[in-house]
């Protein structure tokens, strides 16, 4: 079993930045693909960014160019950086925790953290 315990929430003024954490229990962490996701009130979550275990990021368009997503192996931890933050930014967050298997991307492993609230005053 794995807990993923997220961090960093709050309230922050449209232009701010803040940083959100997630800290996964266990021993998995280094071969999982990690993710953020958020989901506001009335819409369905969707993906904010994720990080592979080799590394590799994506983001979504709505967040790229001002959120960087990394990854400390030795701490289990993730790190998911927003800047110039806008009031569409709020939401819960999420951290996912997720392990495939390499040949056929079957999923054997997926975790949700209880998300963290992020709210962007105008």
């Known amino acids: 079993q794995v807990q993923l315990v997220e961090s960093g929430g709050g309230l922050v003024q449209a232009g701010g930045s803040l940083r959100l954490s997630c800290t996964a229990s266990g021993s998995i962490f280094s071969s999982a693909t990690m993710g953020w996701y958020r989901q506001a009130p009335g819409k369905q979550r969707e993906l904010v960014a994720v990080v592979t275990s080799g590394g590799s990021t994506s983001y979504s368009d709505s967040v790229k160019g001002r959120t960087t997503l990394s990854r400390d192996n030795a701490k289990n931890t993730v790190y998911l950086q927003m800047g110039s933050l806008k009031p569409e930014d709020t939401a819960v967050y999420y951290c996912?925790?997720?392990?495939?298997?390499?040949?056929?991307?079957?999923?054997?492993?997926?975790?949700w953290g209880q998300g963290t609230q992020v709210t962007v005053s105008s």
């Open positions: 996912n925790l997720q392990v495939k298997t390499p040949n056929t991307g079957r999923v054997l492993v997926d975790y």
